[in-house]
């Protein structure tokens, strides 16, 4: 099924010094492959699943937990990799960290059961966010995992649930508010953090005190040394009280790379507001193309002086401390892709066109931040199609809500000849917060399909249902 565009000879875009940069995804070897040779298989994988289609790719998880591995070893640090599962809602992903040999960390009850359905145990479970519910802590508690206390109120709920609880013991870690971070509502800043120390250690029966945590903001490693540094002194003053701490878990947000570093750097550098349909250039975009991936951040962070004299790597090793990391996005990298189905192409002015697709931008969600995916979707024309006419073209993309925002793209895109209805279009690497996060049933639409993708040794692919939908 297709129906034609709207003008057989449409004209070409602006001039050249119009156009936005390309800004070219960076594709997993074997996805990239099965794009360019089997196109077929994505159209009837539409036909089956209905678009938008999330098509979750698992064997890239363990990939990205080999190589952190790698440089945690080369370090000689001792460490425990914990996936931050909120990344993303797909269930076989949790289940190919479990494989993978890596915890989970988990925000929700509902994560948590995930993370013990997919075999986690209870050691390799870690539990983030700053409003658990009782039913989390019950959860929690009973099964050991490990609880990340984010405030004096969150230490008194727990200190009321075991003195109600006869024979149980939590597993705590502290959340601390780096000076850098003051106005984050997350974590307790020093005083906080003493009286939680004190606290504890008068409570050695209810509380197993296992360490402090921190998750900041932003893709910077030079934040997380400070809060770090920061942390030596509470270390210290944890020891003087009789505690044992173990571990220091510094969060995620471990950058990944989604375009060439130089490509997005020639992007950013010439972009204006003509390059967005509202006239807007955006106030903040997420690293797409950073100077360093995930590996280059861990290896700056671990060479980076602690204390005087001594790397972090080197004091975390002289203190006998874990290093804890619980990425999200940099696990998933290249672990998703997102294909939507294009249901029209409407000209808008001389040259301009609005690409609708079939789904919506509570998908891929950046607009809703007043922020952009700075990455170009594939368009791939539908077999047997008609002849692509015309030659660049440019296009910002819409959903297919009533709504003037439900936009995919703010950004008017570069297309390498016009969209057709029923051509597709592939956002890549969508596995880090950029699926369904804020995806609904608006318009009754049903929500978005969620299939597992696996390569069989013969080079086959096999699908599965990731959303509990056959
Ligand atoms: C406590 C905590 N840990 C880990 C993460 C994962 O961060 P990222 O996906 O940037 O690695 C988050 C994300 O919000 C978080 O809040």
Not at 86 to 98: I, P, Q, T
Not at 202 to 229: D, I, K, N, T
Not at 439 to 453: D, G, K, L, Q, S
Request: proline share 6%; net charge neutral; hydrophobic share 40%.
């Amino acid at each position: 099924m297709h129906s034609m565009a709207p003008h057989a000879e449409p004209r070409t875009g602006q001039t050249d010094t119009e156009q936005s940069m390309p800004l070219a995804p960076i594709l997993d070897e074997r996805i990239a492959h099965t794009l360019a040779t089997r196109p077929a298989l994505l159209f009837d994988l539409l036909t089956r699943y209905g678009s938008p289609l999330n098509i979750v790719w698992p064997h890239a998880l363990k990939k990205n937990v080999d190589a952190l591995q790698a440089v945690l070893n080369a370090h000689h640090v001792r460490s425990e990799i914990y996936y931050a599962a909120k990344v993303n809602k797909s269930r076989a992903l949790v289940r190919s960290a479990v494989e993978a040999g890596v915890g989970i960390d988990v925000s929700s009850v509902h994560e948590f059961n995930d993370a013990v359905t997919a075999g986690a145990t209870s050691a390799h479970i870690c539990a983030s966010g700053p409003a658990k519910t009782a039913v989390f802590h019950r959860a929690l508690i009973s099964n050991g995992a490990l609880v990340s206390v984010d405030s004096v109120e969150e230490l008194q709920e727990l200190e009321t649930y075991c003195a109600n609880t006869p024979g149980s013991r939590v597993r705590v870690l502290l959340r601390y508010r780096p000076q850098g971070s003051a106005t984050s509502r997350f974590g307790m800043p020093a005083p906080g953090l003493l009286d939680c120390l004190h606290k504890i250690a008068q409570l050695p029966e209810c509380m197993l005190f296992e360490g402090f945590h921190f998750h900041l903001s932003g893709y910077g490693h030079a934040s997380r040394v400070e809060a770090l540094r920061e942390l030596v002194a509470h270390i210290a003053t944890a020891r003087r009280l009789g505690l044992h701490p173990r571990t220091v878990d510094i969060g995620g947000g471990l950058p990944i790379r989604y375009v060439e570093s130089t490509e997005y750097a020639n992007f950013l550098a010439s972009q204006t507001k003509k390059h967005y349909r509202n006239a807007s250039v955006p106030g903040s975009f997420y690293p797409y193309g950073g100077s360093i991936d995930a590996c280059g951040w861990l290896q700056q962070l671990l060479a980076a002086e602690c204390v005087p004299g001594l790397s972090v790597a080197q004091y975390l090793r002289s203190q006998n401390l874990t290093l804890a990391i619980e990425p999200g996005r940099s696990l998933v990298d290249q672990a998703a892709i997102s294909v939507f189905r294009i249901t029209r192409v409407k000209r808008l002015g001389i040259a301009n066109y609005v690409v609708f697709v079939e789904g919506s931008s509570f998908s891929a969600c950046e607009t809703w931040f007043a922020s952009e995916f700075l990455v170009d979707p594939i368009l791939v024309p539908q077999p047997g199609g008609p002849s692509p006419v015309g030659g660049h073209v440019q296009a910002y993309i819409a959903g297919h809500s009533c709504l003037d925002d439900d936009v995919l793209t703010n950004r008017i895109i570069t297309f390498p000849r016009l969209p057709q209805a029923g051509d597709l279009l592939v956002f890549a690497n969508t596995a880090g917060y950029q699926m369904d996060l804020l995806e609904n049933e608006f318009h009754r639409h049903p929500m978005p399909r969620r299939i597992a993708a696996t390569y069989t040794a013969a080079g086959a692919i096999e699908v599965s249902s990731d959303d509990n939908k056959e």
